[in-house]
C-alpha cells in the first residue's frame, strides 16, 4: 500500500486535501471521490493525487455525474473549530494527523475535533468540501 496526498479541485481552487493510503492512485482518487473516477480530460471537477515517493503526479475527474448528496453537511456546519491539542511537528508527522473514515471514506484532519466526532457516527454522509482558505 502506498501513501498517496489527494486533493479535490474545482478550476483552480483546492477544496479538500488529504492524505490516502491504497493500491494505486487512482482508487486513492475513488476514496476521496467516493464514486469511480477517470484520467482526467480538462474537467472543472478534478483530483489531484501525488506519489512523493515515486515523485508522479496523477490526474483524475468523476466517470459520470457527481453521485453525492447535493444536500451535504458542510464542516463549516458544524460549528466553529475544536482544535485538539497541537504540537510541534515536521511535515511527516502532519500527514499522519489524517486518516480515511472507515465508513465513507474521507480523509478527517485529527487535529479538528468536530470532523473527528462527525465521521464517528455510524450512519454519516460525507462532509461536503469548502474552500480552503489559503495565507
Given at each position: ?29 475513488e ?5 469511480r473516477v ?45 482544535l ?16 480515511n ?10 487535529h ?24
Amino acid at each position: 500500500m502506498t501513501k498517496y496526498q489527494v486533493e479535490e479541485i474545482y478550476g483552480t481552487t483546492v477544496v479538500s486535501s488529504g492524505t490516502v493510503v491504497e493500491s494505486d492512485p487512482m482508487k486513492a482518487a475513488e476514496a476521496t471521490a467516493g464514486q469511480r473516477v477517470l484520467p482526467r480530460a480538462l474537467q472543472d471537477h478534478w483530483f489531484r493525487v501525488v506519489d512523493e515517493d515515486q515523485a508522479a503526479v496523477y490526474e483524475y475527474s468523476l466517470a459520470g455525474p457527481d453521485e453525492r448528496p447535493e444536500e451535504w453537511t458542510k464542516l463549516s456546519d458544524l460549528g466553529s473549530p475544536i482544535l485538539g491539542h497541537t504540537r510541534e511537528s515536521d511535515a511527516a508527522d502532519e500527514q499522519e494527523s489524517f486518516y480515511n473514515c472507515p465508513i465513507c471514506g474521507q480523509p478527517v484532519d485529527m487535529h479538528d475535533l468536530r470532523q473527528v466526532m462527525w465521521h464517528e457516527q455510524p450512519r454519516h454522509e460525507r462532509l461536503k468540501p469548502e474552500i480552503v482558505k489559503r495565507s
